[in-house]
């Protein structure tokens, strides 16, 4: 045939020519002999065809019109029947066919000659070959002409020779092809010429075929033909058919359908002919495959034999029915009902083995044409009251598989050991392969085993292509024997492509449909919803026909699956289905898919509460499929799986362990595959895929890590799981797909991620419920999984964030350790990933979600368990470290965080929330709202009143002061930013007509600043630890010191009255009722000190600071306090604490308390350290004077100029300014308070105890009296204009009563000096400086004044007499420390009392009287009241004492001072004789002069010559002082006492012996020198001439005679003695008063030598010269001594010894 191309080219066209005259040569040649007609026939042919050539110019056209003759000749030659002719001929006629130079006419006489040449069956194969060529080379022939040269086919078909049947056979399906072919290309030639409507068909009619073209109507016949044919008819037109079989019927049936589908579908005619003839014939012939029952046999009830099925022919029926079901449904629809209904009979288990493997292929064609199956859905499964086919399509497969694994009854069981794929049919069924035996199960080849049941898997076709191997076997008459596992095999194919198909085909409509959704919505965005809810009710209607049949396939197949790619098929295939029904939110089958999946993962039979409720009720679901039941299978697993792992069942009681095989980790990966990429789809449905994970993850041993991450945990952890090596290196791929499936949360929708966050929740609970109770490791899978989801969800936080924390505080608070420490390493971690997330817009500008963000970490504060709140703080301290720039408004919270500490925690959490707080406090005061600070002077203020760990409550004091550092520094910025909000929140309050609520309200937002953190030291202060209040207390005061410049004046009122008089009172409160009970220890092995080791001792040293504290603020701010309304008030509150204090029996505190008086009345500049010098030093009292008197006077403080707290005044427009120079502010009021206060202070302190001696009393300390006493100077100062006499008596009362308190003998010796030295103690200084200041007030001060003279006198004057007798302090028994000089002290048990060494200060005492008497002498008062007198009074008392004095040197003073003070009054007292105010001084002089002259007391024995000689001058002094001051002054003074002077002289001059001295003493013992002095005073005074009555005269002159007789008689007395004794010498004190008499006389005659004779009494001379005699008569005396006195006193005789002058001389001269 390649020639046609070419047949018209010229050259061609000469080679026909030249080939038709030689075929015609060689024709004549042939036929020469036997047949001459044809010879010549062909010889004129030869002259024919030469003429045309020369004739025409179209040659070929030519030989068409004269074909008939051209081809005459070789149709003559064939009817020879000579073979050889014949062949000739009939190429030569195909030569002609193949250049189409045959006409119409000429074709119909060539075939009539074919049809006679194959009757008589000659050239067989030439005949079929000449019909082809010229059927296929032109298209002349038609109608009868045409359907004979088919019949002639037909009827070669059906000769006995093979390779003819064979050859005619596909000839005929050619010539079939090309009936039809030429019809297609008829109407591809008409078409767009005339489209007339074809004409309505009437009935049956076969010759209704009039409207149809020529080739159309050919093939109408030929078709028509065909189907009579099939059903056995006889045919229309093929006429002279002889013989016919259905089989090649049927094929040529199906091949015009299958190829030719067109020409049914666009004429009507041949769909009439396919409704008509083709479907009643399929239908009839199937007849016997439906009837028949295998395993039957005709019984005598059924007369009637049936009609077996037979295999040729029900195959090709199938094939053809396939081909109406591919090409023409949509005419067929009823038919192909009927079809698919029978196809689906089919598979029934009693039919043959082979028609049920046909059948599946079958069904496996229409499986992989989703388009097809959608259409089966829309016309039958939608429409009411018609058959679901397209469900009972799926539901035969599903029942056909599980048929397969159920054997019939009848079949031979398993026992036999063979596995029977196929079951043993009744006729044809040979089981096959007893050879596979037992064995088969261990066979590696893929197959699948249920119960025992065994049955191979083959490769059956490509996916997606139904490659039919039955189907296809057209040569076999028997049907086949099916091999084992074929059937399943191709069911398994069908099951999956049709379920591949279907999603694909679903998914893909799906996917187009949002996309012209989306379109649609950019297009018009409002857009009114889609009017087409077809294709989704399709949809699902398909998967609601079909998915339970599917699944109880695909579950059972699973189960029974021992292949890897076959279980992954399995697995894609319900993923996939699981996956669309989501999409199209079908609930209930895909959770039916997800439970199947998930319970595959798990062990078998392994009791999941959440899958087992979920599959209750698919389990009692039975679908009846045409009368049989499918069962919904469950998992037998005695499958022969691979076990990869051995773990514990994660359930609340422990059951032993449970396996885990390869398969299982297979599902479980589809699981994850599944909730990874089409999690939007799962919905409620993340419930079982979760939890199904959980536990694979618990038997698999995974653990949580960092950021949820599940790694796989140590052997250790859990002792009963076994990993194969197998799955150890699948573990991190599972680990990783985990984290993958959560990260990939981020892309599900919203809706999506909240089912996905309410399943781990839910799981969460569960796995909690079981952790209760046991301390069993619980399951943190949710939990790791929560955290997650968590983090890589941070962009839309919001929306899981409430269900998320919610759910893992309730975990925090959970009793099992593991589960509650995990709750808080998530909810900590999303936290901080929260806060470092890149929000958009930024959490600096979202307050609400920052503050959502920081809520859970405040709610952690609620839990009790420790090792959650440390997780809680180690997250706020990575938080601050992190993100501590950029909090914000969240600072309340985080403090709020910090500050929840509580004593009942234990010290770590504190110290490590502590640590926190120094964060903050170092590095973040500046960056948070001004609003906060507040808070963290709370949260520190909480830190420093816990009591776990001392040293965190003094760090955090240390804070405190560093706070306020931070507010002194940046005062001007946080007062802007606090008057901000305080306008703010004022406003709000305005509007909900409230006030504002804030701690000391009307003070301005920046001093409540202050003041919160003053109030919370304040609080501090009081803390039951006594190092804690210290520091509070010394922080308090620093802070107020150094910073309360900057509060506003009317906030002082509150510092003043709210927090420090409250702290005061707390103080003094706790003070006076603490425990006096011993501490041992503190704690541990601290040692107590002894002033400290009660707590009475320890609030002490708290009063102390505090009340210091407060005083030093009194006293620096005074002036700024002043100007405050109720200072007056607030002055006396500090004095009533001051007093209080004072009075507290503790010497620490009593004595500080004067130290804060000292402070306030400003006598002691503050020192700002706290350790100040030693006490007493720091009392210095004069150059404190010195201090008061420069200083800037009262309340003058030294005013900060720093800018700041000027800027400040500025702001709220107050001048912090002095008062100008000069004007003070009259604070009279104040001092004089002050003094009340010392006064009672003073009174109540020095009163002595009124108890009896044995009472235990407490006694002031010395350090404190000195203090009380030296506040008086200065406070004088204040008071001195006001100063009455009684208040000096006030004064005295407290001053003689100070000094009359004892000391304790254990301190006596750190007070009293050494007892060698006679020195004041520092409290007698103090009392005479009192009294200087005094004095030297009254001496500068006003006349008034100076009537307080007398009263110091007299004070002076009663301490003077403590040198003879110390004062008496109540009845307490005291230890006088005598004379010091001699007896040094014993130290006495502690308890007794020591008085202190009045002496010296008695003396001191005296020195200051003299000395003030001195200046004071002629004062009015002074001389009114008597002073002098008292004085002497005074001083009479030692002087009387002498000797018995305590110490010596006190009458020595006494004297010395009454010299001196006698060398001032005596005048004053002459001039004031006439006044008479002296007149009671003289008498108690005299008694003064006696008492002293001529003591009592005797001198100590151990005094030595020289001392005697000593106090003898004294002696001497003071009658020098009568000779010179009283005598001479005689007429001034009154007589009585210059008498009593007189006799004092006289008894002095004639000293009688004393009897104590020894005999070598004697002459310096008997005071010879006193008693010359007094006789030479005597005799002065009796021949002074100055005499100025005759009464003193006579007085002397008695005197004198009384002196001369004494003189006399002891003389005599002497004689006597001396001449009685014989030669024994007398006593020594007679021999010393004879040399005493005999001195005098010595003394008298010297005196009269002196005196003028005028003033000599004659008396006087005749006693003197009567002494002579005597004397003379004691020249006697043996004893040396007494001789030489004798001679001293005989010698002045000689100046008398003259001769008498006369009168008149004696008066001359």
Not at 128 to 155: G, M, P, Y
Not at 1018 to 1024: F, K
Not at 1213 to 1218: A, E, F
Not at 1221 to 1234: C, F, K, T, V, Y
Request: with cysteine; charged share 20%.
């Amino acid at each position: 045939m390649s020639v046609k191309m070419s047949t018209s080219s010229p050259e061609a066209v000469k080679k026909l020519l030249e080939n038709m005259q030689a075929d015609l040569r060689s024709l004549s040649m042939e036929c020469k002999k036997k047949f001459p007609p044809v010879k010549e026939a062909a010889e004129s042919g030869i002259v024919k065809i030469k003429t045309i050539a020369a004739r025409n110019t179209d040659i070929l056209a030519a030989l068409k019109e004269n074909s008939s003759e051209v081809v005459q000749p070789f149709l003559m030659g064939c009817g020879t029947k000579e073979p050889k002719i014949t062949q000739l001929c009939l190429a030569a006629i195909q030569r002609l066919m193949s250049h189409e130079v045959v006409s119409e006419a000429a074709a119909g006489n060539i075939i009539n000659m074919l049809w006679q040449l194959m009757e008589n069956g000659l050239e067989e194969l030439k005949l079929l070959q000449t019909v082809l060529v010229l059927l296929t080379t032109n298209t002349i022939v038609h109608d009868e002409v045409l359907s004979k040269a088919i019949v002639l086919c037909f009827r070669l078909h059906f000769t006995k020779d093979n390779i003819t049947n064979n050859t005619a056979a596909a000839t005929v399906r050619q010539v079939v092809t090309v009936v039809f072919e030429r019809m297609v290309a008829e109407d591809d030639k008409f078409k767009g010429l005339m489209d007339e409507p074809p004409a309505v068909l009437g009935n049956s009619n076969r010759r209704s075929v009039s409207t149809l073209r020529p080739s159309a109507k050919d093939a109408y016949m030929l078709f028509q033909d065909l189907c009579q044919l099939v059903n056995a008819d006889a045919p229309y037109w093929l006429v002279g058919m002889t013989e016919m079989t259905r089989t090649f019927g049927l094929e040529l049936l199906e091949s015009v359908l299958n190829d030719f589908p067109e020409v049914f579908l666009q004429h009507q005619e041949f769909s009439f002919l396919l409704k008509e003839r083709v479907c009643p014939l399929v239908i009839k012939l199937f007849s016997p495959n439906i009837k028949f029952r295998q395993g039957s046999c005709s019984s005598a009830a059924s007369p009637v034999p049936v009609e077996k099925p037979y295999f040729p022919i029900c195959m090709r029926l199938l094939r053809v029915v396939s081909v109406l079901i591919k090409h023409f449904y949509s005419l067929l629809v009823t038919e192909c009902e009927i079809f698919l209904s029978l196809l689906v009979k089919f598979l029934d288990g009693e039919k043959p083995q082979w028609l049920r493997a046909v059948a599946v292929e079958s069904v496996h064609r229409l499986c992989v044409q989703p388009h097809l199956l959608r259409s089966f859905c829309q016309s039958y499964d939608m429409k009411q009251h018609s058959t679901k086919v397209f469900r009972d399509i799926v539901n035969a497969l599903g029942s056909f598989i599980q048929s397969l694994f159920i054997l019939p009854s009848t079949g031979n069981t398993s026992s036999t050991g063979t596995p029977p794929g196929v079951s043993a049919s009744g006729s044809q069924g040979s089981a096959q392969g007893p050879g596979a035996g037992a064995g088969a199960g261990l066979n590696t080849q893929a197959a699948f085993e249920y119960r025992g049941t065994w049955i191979p898997l083959m490769t059956v076709s490509v996916q997606g292509s139904a490659k039919a191997t039955y189907l296809e076997m057209l040569d076999k008459v028997e049907p086949p024997s099916i091999p084992e596992g074929y059937a399943m095999s191709v069911a398994f194919s069908a099951l999956l492509d049709l379920v591949r198909g279907i999603t694909m085909m679903i998914e893909r409509e799906l996917a187009q449909q949002e996309q012209e959704e989306a379109m649609r919505e950019e297009a018009e965005p409002v857009s009114s919803p889609p009017q087409e809810p077809m294709a989704h009710e399709v949809w699902e209607e398909m998967v609601n026909a079909c998915w339970c049949g599917l699944l109880a396939a695909l579950s059972l197949l699973l189960d029974a699956s021992t292949d890897e790619a076959a279980t992954e098929n399995i697995l894609k295939a319900e993923l996939c289905v699981a996956s669309l029904c989501g999409r199209l939110g079908l609930v209930t089958p895909r959770d039916a898919f997800i439970t199947a999946i998930c319970k595959a993962s798990l062990p078998p039979h392994y009791a999941l509460t959440i899958l087992s409720s979920n599959t209750t009720n698919l389990a009692n679901k039975v679908y009846s499929i045409q009368g049989q039941s499918v069962q919904m299978v469950s998992p037998s697993s005695e499958s022969h799986q691979q076990v990869v792992a051995v773990g514990q069942p994660l359930t609340a009681q422990p059951q032993g362990t449970v396996v885990l095989t390869a398969k299982n980790i297979q599902c479980m990966r589809t699981l994850l595959n599944l909730a990874h990429c089409h999690g939007v789809y799962l919905g409620t449905s993340w419930q079982l895929v979760l939890a199904t994970l959980q536990h694979l993850v618990w038997i698999l041993g995974l653990k949580p890590a960092v950021g949820g991450v599940l790694k796989p945990g140590r052997a250790v952890e859990g002792p009963s799981t076994v990993l194969t090596t197998a799955v150890m290196t699948d573990l991190p791929v599972i680990s990783n797909i985990l984290s993958r499936l959560f990260e990939s949360s981020q892309y599900l929708d919203d809706v999506s991620l909240h089912h996905l966050i309410n399943a781990l929740c839910s799981l969460s609970m569960e796995a909690m419920e079981m952790a209760y109770g046991n301390n069993k490791e619980p399951s943190l899978f949710a939990v790791a999984k929560l955290l997650e989801t968590g983090l890589v969800n941070m962009d839309r936080i919001e929306i899981l964030w409430r269900p998320l924390t919610a759910h893992l505080l309730e975990v925090c608070q959970h009793p099992n350790t593991r589960m509650r420490e995990w709750g808080a390493e998530a909810i900590t971690s999303l936290i901080k990933a929260g806060l470092s997330y890149k929000h958009e817009p930024p959490l600096s500008q979202n307050q609400r979600l920052q503050l959502l963000l920081l809520n859970p970490l405040k709610e952690l504060s609620n839990v009790l368990h420790a090792d959650i709140r440390q997780k809680q703080l180690e997250c706020v301290l990575q938080i601050l470290q992190n993100q501590g720039d950029s909090l914000g408004p969240g600072w309340p919270l985080v403090l709020g965080v910090i500050g929840a500490i509580r004593n009942d925690q234990g010290e770590s959490l504190i110290r490590t929330a502590f640590q926190c707080l120094q964060l903050v406090v170092t590095d973040f005061l500046p960056t948070m709202p001004c609003m906060c600070l507040q808070i963290v002077v709370d949260v520190a203020g909480s830190f420093g009143l816990q009591n776990q760990e001392l040293n965190i409550s003094l760090t955090s004091i240390g804070l405190l002061w560093n706070i306020s550092d931070y507010f002194f520094q940046r005062g001007e910025a946080i007062t802007e930013e606090l008057e901000k909000e305080e306008a703010v929140l004022l406003k709000q309050a305005q509007d909900k007509g409230e006030p504002l609520n804030r701690p000391f309200h009307p003070a301005p937002p920046f001093d409540c600043l202050w003041l919160c953190l003053y109030a919370k030291l304040g609080e501090l202060c009081v803390d039951p630890r006594p190092a804690v209040r210290k520091s509070a207390g010394q922080t308090m005061f620093s802070t107020i010191a150094a910073h309360g410049t900057l509060l506003q004046p009317p906030t002082w009122n509150i510092v003043v009255w709210k927090v420090l008089f409250h702290l005061l009172n707390c103080v003094r409160k706790s003070s006076t009722t603490a425990d006096k009970e011993k501490i041992e220890s503190g704690g541990g092995n601290i040692l107590i000190h002894h002033s400290r080791d009660t707590a009475e001792k320890q609030w002490a040293e708290t009063w102390v600071l505090t009340l210091a504290g407060v005083a030093r603020i009194f006293n620096t701010r005074r002036y700024l306090l002043q100007q405050l309304g109720d200072f007056f008030k607030a002055w006396e509150v500090l004095l009533d604490h001051i007093q209080s204090a004072a009075l507290s029996k503790n010497n620490e505190v009593s004595l500080a308390a004067l130290k804060s008086f000292q402070e306030i009345l400003q006598l002691v500049t503050p020192i700002k350290d706290t350790d100040k010098p030693d006490a007493l030093a720091a009392m210095d009292v004069p150059s404190v004077l010195m201090e008061s008197l420069q200083g800037s006077g009262p309340g003058r403080p030294l005013i900060r100029s720093d800018s700041l707290a000027e800027r400040l005044a500025q702001r709220y427009g107050v001048q912090p300014s002095l008062p100008p120079p000069g004007e003070e502010i009259d604070d009279s009021a104040l001092w004089w308070s002050a003094w009340n206060t010392w006064y009672r202070v003073g009174t109540e302190c020095t009163r002595p105890p009124s108890g009896g001696p044995d009472k235990l009393v407490f006694v002031p300390s010395q350090p404190f009296l000195t203090a009380l006493i030296q506040i008086f100077p200065a406070l004088y100062q204040h008071i001195a204009g006001g100063f009455s006499m009684e208040d000096l008596k006030k004064l005295g009362v407290i001053l003689y009563g100070a000094v009359s308190v004892p000391i304790s003998s254990d301190s006596s010796p750190f007070i009293l000096p050494s007892y060698t030295e006679a020195v004041l103690t520092s409290l007698q200084e103090a009392v005479l400086t009192a009294l200087d200041v005094l004095q030297k007030a009254i001496c500068v001060g006003p006349e008034n004044l100076q009537v307080m003279y007398p009263a110091i006198f007299e004070q002076l004057l009663l301490f003077v007499e403590f040198s003879c007798k110390p004062p008496q302090y109540g009845k307490m028994e005291t230890k006088h420390v005598a004379n010091a000089k001699y007896n040094q002290i014993q130290l006495f048990a502690p308890a007794e009392w020591v008085a202190l060494n009045y002496v010296p200060f008695a003396e001191r005492s005296l020195e200051v009287l003299v000395d003030l008497y001195h200046k004071t002498a002629c004062h009015k008062a002074v001389i009114t009241e008597k002073v002098l007198q008292n004085i002497i009074k005074t001083v009479r008392i030692p002087l009387g004492l002498k000797y018995a004095c305590p110490a010596e040197s006190t009458w020595k003073l006494a004297v010395s001072s009454l010299l001196k003070v006698l060398s001032i009054g005596l005048p004053v007292a002459r001039q004031q004789a006439s006044s008479g105010k002296f007149d009671t001084m003289w008498p108690e002089l005299a008694n003064a002069f006696e008492d002293f002259l001529f003591t009592k007391s005797t001198p100590p024995d151990n005094l030595s010559i020289q001392e005697f000689q000593r106090n003898e001058a004294i002696d001497v002094e003071v009658v020098q002082l009568i000779s010179t001051e009283i005598l001479p002054f005689a007429n001034f003074i009154p007589k009585e006492f210059v008498g009593r002077i007189m006799s004092m002289l006289n008894r002095g001059s004639i000293h009688s012996q004393s009897s104590s001295f020894t005999e070598a003493e004697m002459d310096i013992r008997m005071r010879e020198e006193f008693s010359k002095v007094c006789f030479e005073t005597l005799l002065q005074f009796s021949f002074s001439n100055k005499v100025s009555t005759p009464q003193e005269g006579y007085i002397s002159r008695m005197a004198l005679s009384v002196l001369l007789q004494r003189a006399q008689d002891v003389l005599r007395r002497f004689v006597e003695d001396e001449r009685l004794s014989g030669r024994c010498p007398l006593p020594r004190q007679q021999v010393t008063e004879i040399i005493f008499v005999l001195k005098a006389i010595s003394t008298l005659m010297d005196s009269l030598k002196k005196t003028q004779p005028e003033n000599v009494d004659g008396n006087v001379w005749a006693q003197v010269i009567a002494l002579y005699p005597t004397l003379v008569e004691c020249i006697t005396c043996s004893s040396p001594e007494v001789s030489s006195a004798l001679r001293d006193a005989l010698g002045p005789f000689k100046d008398f010894m003259q001769p008498p002058v006369s009168k008149v001389q004696n008066g001359e001269s």
